[in-house]
């Protein structure tokens, strides 16, 4: 079966960083491409960050130059490097892998950046 499994969220403070993890198993991964969503509740799920099979970019306006996606195809996962953290960013992240009709989703892990 499909799974991703995310690790790195957790609590920080204003300015500080975080590195998130999406392990994927059960996918060609190379075929995917690799996303990070986040959510805050009543608000409506929203992209961060894409990395395309070619290792092409792509961010949210608030986030561009503080967060980095990357992938490693030979571990079959994906990064989000959060730098420069701020309040708003606190939110549950999510990791998709998407291929034309096939779209995968983590578990989610929960961001608070907080004092």
């Known amino acids: 079966q499909v799974q991703l499994v995310e690790s790195g969220g957790g609590l920080v403070q204003p300015g500080g960083s975080l590195r998130l993890s999406c392990a994927a198993s059960?996918?060609?991964?190379?075929?995917?491409?690799m996303k990070w969503y986040r959510q805050v509740p009543g608000r409506q799920r929203e992209l961060v960050a894409t990395?395309?099979?070619?290792?092409?970019?792509n961010y949210v306006d608030s986030v561009e130059g503080r967060f980095t996606i990357s992938r490693d195809n030979g571990w079959n996962t994906v990064y989000l490097q959060m730098n420069s953290l701020k309040p708003e960013d606190t939110a549950v992240y999510y990791c998709?892998?998407?291929?034309?009709?096939?779209?995968?989703w983590g578990q989610g892990t929960q961001v608070t950046v907080s004092s």
């Open positions: 998709n892998a998407n291929r034309q009709a096939f779209n995968f």
């Open positions: 990395i395309t099979t070619d290792s092409t970019t």
């Open positions: 059960g996918i060609t991964f190379k075929l995917y491409s």
